[in-house]
């Protein structure tokens, strides 16, 4: 079973950036994304990434987030810049665990296994 911890997050200013780190342990097919929940709103997909390459990106953080993968660390990171206050939110990494993936999904169903999260606030 898969075990993740969150780190990295916290307040900055729009325009500012924040490196998240999502750190695994337990069995884990690298297949992770990352997802943001802001209060009375879903949780949404960010970014993904499948094995070492294979990325996806929702269309809000495209060309200003970067998902990737240590795999020796077995860490998963999430670069962003150009930090905006609509990017504020509880951030989670989450993982198939055992199970692979066809594809680097932004799906939070097919996620069964999932940090506690850490939060980032952007103040315009």
């Known amino acids: 079973q898969a075990q993740l911890v969150e780190s990295g997050g916290g307040s900055v200013q729009a325009g500012g950036s924040l490196r998240l780190s999502c750190a695994a342990s337990?069995?884990?097919?690298?297949?992770m994304g990352w997802f943001r929940q802001a209060p009375g709103k879903e949780r949404e997909g960010v970014a993904a990434?499948?094995?070492?390459?294979?990325?996806t990106y929702a269309d809000p953080v495209q060309g200003r987030f970067t998902i990737s993968l240590d795999m020796p660390k077995r860490t998963l990171y999430l670069q962003m810049n150009s930090l905006k206050p609509e990017d504020s939110g509880m951030y989670y990494c989450?993982?198939?665990?055992?199970?692979?993936?066809?594809?680097?999904?932004?799906?939070?169903?097919?996620?069964?296994?999932w940090g506690q999260g850490t939060q980032v606030t952007v103040s315009s």
């Open positions: 990434i499948r094995g070492a390459y294979t990325t």
């Open positions: 989450a993982t198939r665990g055992q199970w692979s993936c066809p594809r680097a999904s932004l799906g939070a169903s097919e996620y069964p296994y």
């Open positions: 337990g069995y884990t097919t690298y297949c």
